[in-house]
């Protein structure tokens, strides 16, 4: 979706990139795009602006783990579930009444861990595989948000800084929530991608991270996985997002994350997407 939209009508712009980053020959990152109501489903580009009015709208991120090509499938597994949960609720069930956005989201997660962990068991080469999962759901002028695993949702509100809506479900993340940790040590720290929660790698039911908060126009979101931050302080990336640098102006915001933090590390596959109200 793309074109000339009145300005008076609330709308979405948003762009959205990945990367393998310098180091790894597969990318085992995913994003998804979604604008939807119960007569449609749409999926968006990796840029573009829609209205808002009459339409709610998914963006995620997920990056994937596991031997030979698992992660690739785990994070597709993970982008596609969502996929066909949404067109099953709003168009197979369509006049029928639904669970609230964060029962649906619960249910979402739990549904692409199950079947990850299936896959892993019916292929060889996708055992152990799992997934992280971050995910945006905009409702009218909510936002409901999912999350499991190091990936990061960031909400800028308009002229007030930069917040982290979700928590690193990581060893070193918990132990930076409990005060044991600042940011430069929890960066430099050896466990700081080892997972305490994630999607399929596990056999017990996920706990997913659910909230919802209300935004406005002017807000920004972005979301990225654990290659954006291996490579950026959470200053530079507010930074990057508000008031970027004269060389990184001609970018689209998604196309500046990617750069600058593969510049930076690049170790990690790379993805970002950023969404303005």
Not at 52 to 68: K, L, P, Y
Not at 236 to 260: F, G, H, N, Q, W
Request: glycine share 10%; aromatic share 8%; with cysteine.
């Amino acid at each position: 979706m793309s074109g000339s939209i009145d300005t008076q009508i609330p709308t979405f712009s948003w762009t959205a990139k990945t990367d393998p980053g310098r180091v790894r020959r597969n990318n085992e990152d995913a994003f998804l795009s979604l604008m939807f109501n119960h007569e449609e489903l749409v999926y968006l580009g990796r840029l573009g602006e829609a209205p808002r009015e009459g339409w709610q709208f998914i963006f995620a991120v997920s990056d994937g783990m596991g031997g030979a090509n698992a992660g690739e499938f785990a994070s597709r597994i993970a982008v596609q579930t969502i996929t066909e949960l949404v067109s099953r609720e709003f168009h197979q069930k369509r006049g029928d009444q639904h669970p609230s956005p964060e029962e649906l989201l619960a249910i979402f997660f739990q549904s692409v861990h199950v079947k990850t962990r299936k896959t892993g068991f019916g292929y060889s080469e996708c055992t152990g595989m799992g997934a992280t999962l971050s995910l945006c759901w905009f409702v009218e002028n909510r936002v409901h948000v999912g999350h499991i695993g190091d990936s990061r949702i960031y909400h800028f509100p308009k002229g007030n800084g930069m917040h982290q809506l979700t928590e690193d479900h990581t060893r070193v993340g918990r132990m930076r929530r409990e005060g044991l940790l600042n940011e430069r040590e929890a960066r430099t720290s050896p466990y700081k991608h080892q997972l305490e929660r994630s999607l399929g790698s596990h056999p017990d039911p996920v706990e997913p991270q659910i909230k919802t908060l209300d935004f406005q126009e002017g807000d920004r979101f972005v979301l990225c996985t654990d290659g954006i931050t291996d490579g950026l302080w959470d200053h530079s990336v507010e930074k990057i997002i508000t008031t970027p640098p004269p060389y990184l102006m001609d970018l689209c915001p998604a196309e500046r994350l990617i750069r600058e933090a593969k510049d930076s590390s690049g170790r990690d596959n790379l993805t970002a997407m950023v969404i303005e109200s």
